[in-house]
């Protein structure tokens, strides 16, 4: 089973947002989808935890059943650019981890989106590093 807490941030991976309500990947977000898929390609000791979020309007059940289409939807555009399945797991955390705590607009816009997280253990390690 997939723990949140074994994973940890990259810079290398950037987050994505979504419009409101929506699960689709825009054109913005596919951008940096594709720099994302090439540097998990780099690097095959990365295994990858793409994390769901939502702003907090809507129900709780409603929201994490929201934050998993958006984390599939990562997942399986970074399948169709040749991240191997094994090393991409999703997980939804709907609302209760936002980015931005307020509810106002700006607010929200930040919590609507997908993060990328590395397997602890992995993180640091690139394709250049000496074992």
């Not at 090439?38 to 935890?49: D, T």
């Not at 609302?95 to 992995?122: F, H, L, M, Q, Y």
């Amino acid at each position: 089973s997939i723990h949140g807490s074994q994973y940890a941030s990259a810079p290398e991976l950037r987050t994505i947002y979504f419009e409101f309500d929506r699960h689709y990947l825009g054109k913005e977000a596919r951008e940096i989808l594709k720099q994302n898929a090439e540097a998990i390609k780099k690097n095959p000791g990365w295994e990858v935890l793409i994390e769901g979020h939502c702003d907090d309007r809507g129900t709780t059940a409603y929201n994490l059943a929201l934050g998993q289409k958006r984390a599939k939807a990562v997942r399986d555009y970074y399948l169709l650019l040749g991240v191997p399945g094994n090393r991409a797991a999703t997980i939804s955390y709907g609302e209760e981890k936002p980015a931005c705590p307020e509810s106002t607009e700006d607010c929200w816009a930040k919590n609507r989106r997908a993060e990328n997280k590395i397997k602890t253990g992995v993180a640091g390690k690139t394709s250049d590093s000496k074992p």
